[in-house]
C-alpha cells in the first residue's frame, strides 16, 4: 500500500475530550473505559459526507456518557481517518481492533469500504455498525446494516416515479463502484419486470470525484426529448454531487422536466450547493431534518449544542448512527458484556426509537426496519416530504428481483445462523 496515505488515528478535539471528561468520574477513571472505534473519511472525496457521522458519533457517546455510560464504565470513542482510501480502511479498521481494542465500530461510507473492511471483523471477531443506505446482496454475522437497503429506499423510489409521476424512460447515473452497480442491477431487473422497454433505460458511470459532467447532462437532455416523461436516478456519491447538480441548473434542466431522485444527497451535501436551481429534485430516504416529531426536535436540540453551530444540518446517515449506537448501547446491557458473540445473540430482537416518531428493530438477517420517505429540494436546502410507506419496511439482505437472490435468506439465530441460506437446496452458501 502505498505510505504517503497512511494518517495516523485521528484524536479528538479538545472541546470533544473535555466534554467526555467532565463526565468521567475521578482521575484514573479513564483507563477502565469501554473503546468504541469511529472509521470515517476525513478527508478526501468522502469526507463531504463522512466529517458530519463522525461528529454526531462523539455526540452519541457524550449524551451515554452523561447517563452514566456503559455497565459503570465511561465510553471512550477512537477516531480514525481513512482518507477515502479502501485499503487504508482495512488497515485502520485492524488498529482499531487489535491496537486500540476497541469493542465495536462504527464507520464507512461506500460499500467499497465496506467491504474492504469485512475480512478483518470476521478474522477477529469484532462488531461494524454500518450506517448509510447500500446495495443489499449481503449479510454478514459481524455486520449490523443500519443503512436502507435496496427494498428500503432504491425500489419505493422507483414505485412513486412510476406511480405519481408517470416516468416512463429512465438514466441510472451512479459512481463506478459496487453499490451503484447491484443497485441499478436491480432497478434494471425490476424495471424490465414491470415492463419497461430496453432503450428507455441507460446506465451510466462515472470515477469519484467526477467534475466535468457538461457532455453526461447533454446526452440526458437529448434522452429526455423523446416524448416519453423521463427521470435520473442517481446514486452519485461524494463531492461529484456539486457539479453534477450545479451542471443541471447551467443546462435548465428544471425537475418538472427531468427529476433527478437521488440516494446518497441529503442536507449535508446540499448545504454546499446554490439550491435555487435544484429545486423539486427528489431524494428517497428514511429520514429528513425536516421530519416533525418530538424525537426529531430533541436530537436536533442536542446536535446544535454539542456542534456549537445552529446552522450545522442532521441527514439519514446520522439517524442511522443514532440508530446502531443505541442499539449496540441496549444489547450490550442486555447481554451485560460487551463480548462479541454476547452482543450478536443480545442485539436480534432490540427495539429502539428511530427520529420519524417509530421504532426501529433488529432483524434476524442484521437489517433493521425503516419507514421510506421521498423529500422533495426546497430553496433552504431542506427536503418537503411529499411521500411516505404507510408501515414500516423491513430490510431485505437478498433481492427478490435478481433469480439467483430470490432464493436466499439470511438468519443469523438457531438453527439456521447463515447469511446466505438457500431455501430449495436447504444449504448455506458462506457466511
Known sequence: MNRKFHTKSRLLGAAAVAAILAHA?????????????????LSGTMAISETTLKDVMLMLVAEQNKKGGLLGKQIEPVVVDIASDWPLA?????????????????GCWTSV???????????????????????GEESQRNVFYTGASPNQ???????????????E??????????????????LEAYLKDKGVAAEDIIVNYTPFGHSDWQTIVSDIKNFGSAGKKTAVVSTINGDA?????????NQGIAAEDIPVVAFSVGEEELAGLDTA???????????????????????????????????????????????????????????????????????????????????????????????????????????DVVWETEDLVAGDAWSDFLPESAV?????????????YNTQTKTCGGS
Open 241 to 249: 454531487n456539486v457539479p453534477f447538480y450545479r451542471e443541471l441548473g
Open 408 to 420: 436466499l435468506e439470511a438468519d443469523w439465530t438457531d438453527p439456521v445462523n447463515c447469511g446466505n
Open 153 to 167: 429506499q432504491a425500489i419505493p423510489a422507483v414505485d412513486y416515479l412510476m406511480n405519481e409521476e408517470g416516468v
Open 277 to 383: 436551481p435544484l429545486v423539486g429534485h427528489l431524494a428517497a430516504w428514511n429520514y429528513f431534518m425536516s421530519v416533525d416529531t418530538p424525537e426529531n426536535a430533541s436530537f436536533i436540540e442536542t446536535w446544535h449544542a454539542f456542534i456549537d453551530d445552529k446552522e450545522r444540518v442532521t441527514n439519514d446517515p446520522m439517524e442511522a448512527h443514532y440508530i446502531g449506537f443505541n442499539m449496540w448501547v441496549a444489547a450490550v446491557e442486555k447481554a451485560g458484556s460487551t463480548d462479541a458473540d454476547g452482543v450478536i445473540d443480545a442485539i436480534v430482537g432490540v427495539e429502539v426509537p428511530n427520529l420519524t416518531g417509530g421504532t426501529a428493530v433488529m432483524l434476524p438477517n442484521h437489517h433493521i426496519t425503516k419507514p421510506v420517505l421521498i423529500g422533495e429540494i426546497q430553496a433552504d436546502g431542506q427536503f
Open 90 to 106: 482495512a488497515e485502520k479498521a485492524r488498529e482499531l481492533i487489535e491496537v486500540n481494542e476497541v469493542d465495536a465500530v462504527f
Open 113 to 135: 469500504c465496506r467491504k474492504s473492511v469485512l475480512p478483518v471483523f470476521e478474522e477477529l471477531n469484532s462488531l461494524l455498525f454500518y450506517p448509510v443506505q447500500y446495495e
Open 169 to 186: 424512460r429512465w438514466v441510472l447515473a451512479g459512481t463506478d463502484y459496487v453499490y451503484p452497480q447491484t443497485t441499478n442491477k436491480i
Open 25 to 41: 468520574g475521578p482521575a484514573g477513571a479513564q483507563e477502565d473505559t469501554i473503546k468504541i472505534g469511529i472509521l470515517h473519511s
